[in-house]
């Protein structure tokens, strides 16, 4: 190819022109012309290239300072920070959330939930006057006892649960 193209760059479509057994002598010839009329736009690339490799030389050597990129990104805690904090709090006050009273779970198998049908009783694990557990979006928060209000249900929070015993009835 170097004896038909005095220029050492051909372009992507000459190189894979010339490399089906298909091509002509005429195709290769015209390949060549189109990649020597193509060689002053690739000098142009190369000083491109030439000036890409200075840049990424020149910011190899300049060590970042980790210190003066994290001043700007974080504001310092103060008494001042405190009270946006308040005024953070009071964004989310009005975001709704799910709240759940579960009375028991259980495990059965998809056999015996085929066969259930109505007046079918499901045993549950919780037990006659236990606390039922309120959830908030799925988290455990508190524990109550259930109440009439209106002929509606209710739930009488009796305990909040601590952080340690949400992990605990979690493992049940």
Not at 6 to 30: C, F, I, K, N
Not at 89 to 109: C, F, N, S, W, Y
Not at 112 to 122: D, P, T, W
Request: charged residues 20%; glycine residues 6%.
């Amino acid at each position: 190819m170097s004896e038909l193209n005095p220029t050492p760059e051909l372009d992507a479509q000459a190189l894979a022109d010339a490399a089906r057994p298909e091509a002509s002598a005429l195709g290769v010839l015209a390949a060549s012309a189109a990649a020597a009329q193509a060689a002053p736009a690739a000098a142009e690339d190369e000083q491109g290239l030439d000036d890409w490799a200075a840049a990424l030389a020149e910011q190899n050597l300049q060590p970042v300072q980790a210190g003066a990129t994290g001043a700007g990104v974080f504001q310092p805690l103060s008494k001042a920070a405190a009270s946006s904090t308040h005024n953070d709090i009071e964004m989310i006050l009005d975001i709704p959330v799910k709240m759940t009273v579960e009375l028991g779970r259980t495990k059965i198998a998809i056999r015996n939930l085929l066969q259930l049908a109505q007046g079918s009783v499901v045993e549950l694990d919780g037990m006659a006057g236990e606390p039922m557990d309120v959830l908030v979006n799925g988290c455990l928060i508190a524990q109550g006892e259930v109440v009439v209000v209106n002929d509606k249900f209710g739930i009488r929070l009796t305990d909040i649960i601590t952080p340690a015993e949400r992990i605990r009835k979690l493992n049940r």
